[in-house]
């Protein structure tokens, strides 16, 4: 599946904004879906997610009551809602697809087959 993430931009700290990951042509069915992010020099991290057939939501401690992960009820969109941005929350965020990732992989990068291509984040103090 091809997914496209948009939504990044500068803003300044305390502000949000919204990111999207659509799948091309498909639905999110049957796919675990997440948001990773990196910033420069270090590696890619869990943000946010769902277990496939959205069946639970998880977050990383670091965004746990600041950011929210959601979709439209076609399960073509997922978003990313981020709310009182840090600096520390700049990075490029990624949007991936997983139709065979279990519960307990979730979290790691390697688990995800299909990738957005990114979006920019930067918040500036």
């Known amino acids: ?24 042509g498909r639905t999110f069915s049957n796919y ?11 590696e890619r991290e869990f943000v946010s997610g769902f277990s496939r057939n959205f069946g639970s939501t998880h977050y990383a401690d670091s965004v ?5 992960v959601s ?21 490029v965020y990624y949007c991936a697809a997983a139709a065979t990732a279990i519960l307990s992989t979730i979290r790691t990068p390697t688990a995800y087959k299909n990738w957005g291509q990114g979006t920019q984040v930067t918040v500036s103090s």
């Open 1 to 24: 599946v091809q997914l496209q993430a948009c939504g990044g931009g500068s803003v300044q700290a305390g502000g949000s904004l919204r990111l999207s990951c659509s799948a091309s």
């Open 32 to 42: 675990a879906v997440a948001w990773f992010r990196q910033a420069p020099g270090k």
């Open 64 to 68: 746990k009551g600041r950011f929210t």
């Open 71 to 91: 979709r439209n009820s076609a399960k073509t969109m997922v978003y990313l809602q981020l709310n009182s941005l840090e600096p520390e929350d700049t990075a």
